[in-house]
């Protein structure tokens, strides 16, 4: 027998597919076997992985018999009822090897019994598979009648029936993680309709992930054309009768199977569920106004869960009414935590099986006056009424108040609702009885026609004996006379009452109720109370415990600093360290504080700074304080329990419960000090009170930046513990290795991790790439299709993205979004070749105009908004309401940006989203304010086009692709009401989907060419960073109007300011002139600086006109202090320089006198002494050492008269320096104009590129304009005009030998927008700014080494000392030749 069932056993499960080989071993783990029996280890079964080993194993474990029994329940288990009946049919033929007959036996029995014998083996195979079970258990009913009876004693049949059916078998019991859920699948595609059961779950949760509450009617029904086609072809023949379409025969009519209900598809879920996506489903039905599960029945054991971590992270807001004395006040809870915060609690609970009164209605009622259904209730329209799942389970729904007078209660009150007969689930009433405030019980008279003797039963006698409030519903009775009962025991007759005066007295009864009676309790208190009566906990479990206990002691460390002082002492690497380290590492990018330094050694200077600011974070890391260290062992990754995310999210808890109270405290004082600055500004004041309280709100806004705390900051510390390691240690340690893998598990995980730095605006490049590194080694490197979103401050792009993807990036909850965040969503493995790509990572940015606690830059904001939006292959734009004027604004900058980043080859997209604002139904109202949205984007994007000379630009699309068709969304309103009891509105919902299908649809069909993989993503956003970095311009504004307002007055201001250097070097000529024609012996500074300063104050009236009558003097008003200070500057400066020179001129004047009287001294007494030597000295002639050393004496006894010892004079000018920085000030609009300077030697000779220098002057022109032949004959011939006019002017500086002056550079600039203006007005083409950076990079190249020959041969010409130097030699010579002449003479 062994040997024919086990080649009988293999030839069944040679059947199975492996997907149903799969859940054969997964059932074999969970069917009820006899009592002696137990099941196979998982382990075991592991190994087990052909079918030959599978069959051994199941007869070695379970026997030749009961094998038998096992592969028949496991196969109806998984649905293959064939290959059951086909093991009954087996064991029929081999009946007799199971009892007690012998091999001979069975043929001898064969052989004798008659045909009517062989009927009786179905009977025995029942009741040996019967016995076999345990309990006598039996399986799901098949065509044999021997097994019809299993379904009705196997305990759990009917849940595992509901699982299969549902197909979650898989998933059984808490396997479904929260990634799962969120994984990107072709219901989020294709759309939310179930096209047969086995996606009923997955429906539920796309519409519950998009908050759409119609998911309580979700049901799935067979259509006609589902539904067997009954006939013959014969039968189809024959032609229907009148009489027979009216007339419904015997065995015409069939039973419809039932649909699963929409509670017990929820309920399958919740225990299928892991305990994150039991959170987050319970997180969404509340959004829906659902109400929650509060005491699960497990479905398979008579056992009750109480899911105090799953209601965990339910937020209510709402507000109270406090009367006191007369007055009253608004008392606010916004986004506060209801498992903790104290509430009465009011419990419906019905005893009898004959109350017809729902009381599902009756607290609809009191919730919202039924306009929605929180509570489900056997009136829905569509599904079934036999729920499953429900019976015994309890229910809660919390009643929050808006403060208005319509509110049914003052207070934040829970109900909860137990489902079914009262009598039926004990432990369950006794616990409700405890945790309420009051208890509302719902009878019925009808069972008994003597009154209420059938009624009295110990339950209710614990009712009434209780001290508690009781309030109890007679269903059946009209009007119940007043009798002397307790105050706090109320009847009330319900029979014949509607609606709304059911719902006005119980609100009556309670009210006062509540007010005298019992003290309100938490979700916390329940829970010690539910363990009291034996329910299961589910934060009672080893690892929510262990979680528990680290973030505590996270906890403890951080209470012993005080809050303010957290950061500073306990997280230092991301304070001013990085901070500073930022700012170095943009100044090495953009150069503007280089003074007089030259590039190259201004860019080590900061290299070797922001080292030393490494090696300072790496001293601190070395002492690594207890915090991080604590922090860094509590998240390592723990696959099987996910320990790590557990305690991430108690630690959120705690910090927001250890922070709530202070930073609350703070937003305060600063709402009153902003309120108290803009008040004085508006008066214009600028009195000391203005300062003082612009100080105390610089102190309450540091305060607030350094008592924000949060998980992500001790993320973000990791982040540079890595970065400093990485830049400052040789030796790559643990400590080193581990930290980027941590982050990579849990983004992998389904966690945000940091992109940018929201408090230092910052990306760090080292640590992001290590991150993207982890993963790619984690997942492979896999292909990812990125979404960037963009948005105002509080335009609902958060709950949209929690919506649409399930996703929540700010750790603290309650916190705005800073900086950028990035999360990693998985695309279901199917689906991945259809869309193309493996995983879909979302880029969330901070909200746009937020109002920051200090004052941003205006810069932060457009670098962030240039960032995402080139990052993502797609960009959603979330705007609230119909106007694009609020970001249109940051989106110009944006373009600005991307056209000067041309050589990233950047195209994003770009989906608008306008919330609150729905679409209209009249397609040409509609495709009307499409098309204006459309020209506004054109018209800021040709704006932004012809400020940077792109010719080819003429519309939004040629720079972030668009579609008006499908690339503009309209959502309605996120509520059906007012809140806090409204639920969303259906149509929000639609509109997400709508957008998610249409986002996904746009990834399938227009991005597969520009989709990366993580490692080129991860090059991506290093590359696009460092170009962000080197815009040293644009970023500073705020539109496009700015932009050209701005340099409209640069260029008029750079004519003044040449205007004033000009004047300045023809006045220096000037003196110069009156020095050496002994006209002036003397240089007052008062004089010069008169001169100047008139006409300084005469360019500076000028500069007021300019700022008083110019179109954008509104815009350009705040710059006018900084062009004053500038020009302030510029005249200090050239004051300074002009009483230097003058001086200089002076004393190289009086000892050039001098030098004429001297050196004929000089002379003199060398000769003298070369007539006294030739006289001692007769019969030699001194050596040349001699001679010299007696000339150098009396060179210098004299030289000392003429030149005075503090004698001193200016230094070489640095004329390389001050080229670069102006250069650097000049085209500071030019893009990437750091490394065109800095690397400006190796360029090759300027030659025109007629693509590149020359655009249309026609605003109009659609394309790039084809130069003629005489238009390019006047370009060249103005370019060589312009290089003779400026070689001439160079020559000629050199030749009057005048000396160098930092003005030659800005002649030779302002020549050369001069000359370029003139020789195109009036023509069809621009010369373009390219054209005259790279033509004067070469005319100043030229230039600065003809003003360095110059600069040499005045200081050899004008300076006394090596004036004096250069006649000291010919004078010797003199004096050897004398000494020589008289010693010949001799």
């Not at 589902?226 to 023949?237: C, D, V």
């Not at 025969?249 to 305990?275: N, R, W, Y």
Request: proline fraction near 3%; charged fraction near 25%.
């Amino acid at each position: 027998m062994e040997r024919t069932w086990k080649a009988f056993l293999l030839n069944i499960l040679e059947d199975l597919t492996e997907e149903e080989m799969g859940k054969f071993k997964y059932q074999l783990k969970n069917i009820d076997l006899a009592k002696e029996y137990s099941h196979i280890k998982r382990g075991t079964l592991q190994k087990a992985n052909t079918v030959a080993l599978l069959a051994d194993t199941l007869i070695q474990h379970y026997g030749e018999e009961y094998s038998m029994t096992v592969t028949h329940d496991v196969l109806l288990a998984i649905n293959q009822r064939n290959l059951a009946d086909l093991i009954i049919s087996q064991m029929g033929k081999s009946g007799p090897s199971m009892g007690t007959s012998t091999k001979k036996e069975s043929k001898r029995k064969l052989d004798n019994e008659a045909k009517s014998d062989e009927d009786k083996w179905p009977k025995k195979i029942q009741k040996l598979i019967t016995s076999m079970r345990p309990n006598g258990s039996t399986a799901h009913p098949t065509k044999s009648q021997t097994i019809n009876n299993i379904e009705e004693t196997n305990k759990n049949q009917h849940f595992n029936d509901l699982i299969q059916r549902l197909n979650l078998e898989c998933y059984y019991s808490k396997k479904m993680t929260k990634v799962n859920f969120l994984t990107i699948n072709k219901i989020s595609f294709l759309g939310i309709q179930p096209r047969s059961e086995r996606e009923l779950p997955y429906c539920f949760l796309e519409k519950l992930l998009v908050m759409d509450y119609n998911l309580r009617f979700l049901v799935y029904r067979k259509t006609i054309s589902n539904l067997p086609q009954a006939g013959t072809i014969e039968s189809e023949k024959k032609l229907p009768r009148f009489e027979d379409f009216f007339t419904i025969k015997e065995g015409h009519s069939a039973s419809v199977p039932t649909c699963i209900h929409p509670l017990d598809i929820q309920m399958a879920i919740f225990h299928c569920a892991d305990d994150f996506t039991r959170q987050f489903i319970l997180t969404k039905l509340s959004v829906c106004q659902f109400a929650l599960p509060f005491l699960v029945p497990n479905p398979c054991k008579s056992q009750v869960e109480f899911p105090l971590w799953s209601l965990g992270q339910i937020r209510k807001s709402w507000r109270e009414v406090e009367k006191i004395g007369w007055e009253t006040k608004i008392k606010n809870y916004d986004n506060h935590l209801i498992s903790s915060q104290p509430i009465h609690i009011v419990s419906l609970i019905r005893i009898g099986d004959f109350v017809s009164t729902s009381k599902s209605q009756i607290l609809n009622l009191l919730l919202s006056k039924g306009k929605h259904d929180h509570f489900f209730h056997n009136n829905f329209r569509k599904g079934n009424k036999n729920c499953l799942l429900m019976a015994g389970m309890v229910e809660i729904c919390w009643f929050c108040p808006g403060g208005r007078a319509e509110d049914r209660f003052e207070n934040c009150i829970a109900f909860t609702n137990l489902h079914g007969n009262a009598e039926l689930h004990e432990k369950q009433v006794k616990f409700l009885h405890e945790v309420s405030s009051v208890t509302v019980l719902l009878l019925s008279t009808s069972e008994n026609t003597s009154g209420s003797a059938k009624m009295i039963t110990p339950l209710l006698r614990e009712f009434w004996n209780s001290h508690k409030p009781l309030i109890c519903l007679f269903e059946n009775v009209e009007n119940i006379l007043d009798e002397k009962y307790p105050p706090h025991k109320v009847r009330i007759g319900i029979k014949d009452l509607n609606k709304v005066e059911l719902a006005d007295k119980i609100t009556v009864t309670l009210t006062q109720l509540l007010k005298e009676f019992t003290p309100p309790c938490n979700l916390n208190n329940c829970a010690d109370i539910a363990r009291k009566y034996g329910f299961i906990i589910d934060e009672d479990q080893r690892h929510f415990q262990e979680s528990g206990k680290k973030a505590d002691s996270i906890i403890d460390l951080l209470r012993k600093v005080k809050l303010s002082q957290i950061k500073e002492s306990l997280l230092p690497l991301q304070g001013q360290l990085w901070h500073e380290w930022c700012k170095k590492d943009k100044e090495s990018y953009q150069l503007r504080e280089k003074g007089n330094k030259n590039i190259e050694q201004y860019k080590k200077e900061l290299e070797k700074e922001k080292q030393n600011i490494r090696w300072e974070q790496y001293h601190k890391v070395v002492n690594l304080s207890d915090l991080m260290e604590f922090f860094r062992q509590s998240l390592q990754s723990h696959p099987e329990t996910h320990t790590e995310l557990y305690f991430l999210q108690r630690l959120s808890l705690l910090i927001e419960q250890l922070t709530k109270t202070d930073l609350e405290n703070l937003h305060q004082r600063h709402s009153f000090l902003m309120t108290q600055v803009q008040t004085e500004k508006l008066k214009q004041s600028k009195t000391s009170s203005l300062r003082r309280w612009e100080a105390d709100l610089e102190v309450v806004s540091k305060e607030i930046r350094n008592s924000t705390l949060g998980p992500e900051h001790l993320l973000r510390e990791l982040g540079q513990i890595y970065e400093s390691l990485e830049e400052t240690s040789s030796q790559k340690n643990t400590l080193y290795l581990s930290v980027p893998q941590m982050a990579a598990d849990l983004m992998v995980s389904g966690f945000p991790i940091e992109l940018m730095d929201g408090d230092a605006s910052y990306v760090p490049l080292k640590w992001v790439a290590a991150v993207f590194d982890k993963i790619s080694e984690k997942l492979g490197d896999k292909k990812v299709f990125v979404l960037s979103v963009l948005g105002l401050h509080s335009s609902g792009k958060s709950t949209l993205l929690h919506a649409m993807f399930g996703l929540q990036f700010s750790l603290s909850v309650g916190k705005n979004t800073r900086g950028a965040y990035m999360q990693l969503l998985k695309v279901e493995d199917v689906f991945k070749e259809e869309l193309g790509f493996d995983f879909l990572l979302v880029v969330d940015s901070e909200g746009l105009n937020a109002p920051q606690p200090m004052n941003k830059v205006q810069s932060k904001e457009n670098e962030l908004a240039t960032f995402v939006t080139a990052l993502g292959n797609l960009t959603l734009v979330n705007i609230w309401g119909p106007n694009l004027s609020e970001i249109q604004a940051v989106l110009q900058i944006a373009i600005h940006a991307l056209l000067r980043m041309k050589q990233l080859n950047i195209s994003p997209s770009c989906l608008f989203v306008h919330q609150n604002t729905e679409e209209t139904i009249d397609t040409n109202q509609s495709m009307a304010r499409r098309q204006q949205l459309q020209e506004k984007l054109d018209g800021i994007t040709l704006a932004a086009a012809q400020y940077e000379q792109c010719s080819d630009v003429h519309c939004f699309n040629d720079v972030i692709k668009f579609d008006i068709r499908t690339h503009i969304h309209y959502f309605a309103h996120l509520w059906e009401g007012y809140p806090p009891m409204a639920p969303p509105n259906t149509c929000y919902s639609q509109n997400v989907r709508e957008l998610k299908s249409r986002i996904l649809k746009f990834a399938k069909e227009e991005c597969k060419g520009s989709i990366l993989k993580i490692s080129e993503f991860k090059v991506r956003i290093q590359d696009l960073w460092k170009a962000l970095m080197n815009e040293n311009f644009i970023f500073r504004f705020k539109n496009t109007r700015e932009v050209v307002a701005m340099d409209k007055l640069e260029t008029t201001y750079n004519g003044w300011t040449w205007e004033l250097q000009n004047y300045v070097l023809d006045l220096q000529n000037q003196l110069a002139k009156q020095i050496w024609n002994e006209l002036v012996q003397e240089i007052l500074r008062s004089s010069v600086e008169s001169q100047i300063v008139e006409k300084h104050e005469a360019i500076k009236q000028e500069l007021e006109k300019y700022f008083q009558e110019d179109q954008d003097r509104d815009i350009l008003a705040s710059w006018k202090g900084k062009f004053e200070d500038d020009l302030r500057t510029l005249k200090n400066k050239l004051v300074v320089e002009t009483i230097k020179k003058c001086e200089d001129l002076l004393t190289r004047k009086k000892i050039q006198d001098l030098l004429k009287v001297q050196k004929v001294k000089i002379e003199q007494k060398l000769q003298e002494k070369v007539r006294e030597v030739a006289t001692f000295v007769k019969s030699t002639e001194l050596q040349e050492k001699e001679l010299r050393d007696m000339f150098n004496k009396i060179w210098s006894e004299n030289i000392s008269i003429v030149l005075p010892p503090s004698l001193s004079f200016a230094d070489d000018p640095d004329i390389d320096v001050d080229l670069e920085n102006i250069l650097l000030q000049h085209f500071k609009q030019h893009p990437n104009i750091v490394s065109k300077i800095r690397y400006r030697g190796t360029k090759k000779p300027f030659s025109i590129n007629y693509s590149k220098h020359v655009i249309s002057s026609q605003t109009s022109q659609v394309n790039a304009p084809s130069v003629e032949g005489f238009e390019k004959d006047i370009i060249m011939n103005t370019t060589a005009h312009i290089m003779k006019v400026v070689r001439e002017v160079i020559n000629i500086r050199e030749q009057n030998n005048q000396g160098y002056s930092s003005s030659y550079f800005h002649e030779i600039l302002q020549m050369i927008d001069t000359e370029t203006a003139s020789a195109t007005q009036g023509l069809a083409f621009v010369l373009n700014n390219r054209y005259k950076l790279e033509l004067a990079l070469e005319l100043v190249q030229e230039a600065a080494k003809s003003f360095k020959r110059m600069s040499i041969a005045f200081k050899q010409e004008n300076n006394p000392v090596l004036y004096l130097e250069s006649l000291k030699e010919e004078i010797f010579n003199d004096f050897r030749s004398s000494h020589k002449n008289y010693s010949n003479v001799n």
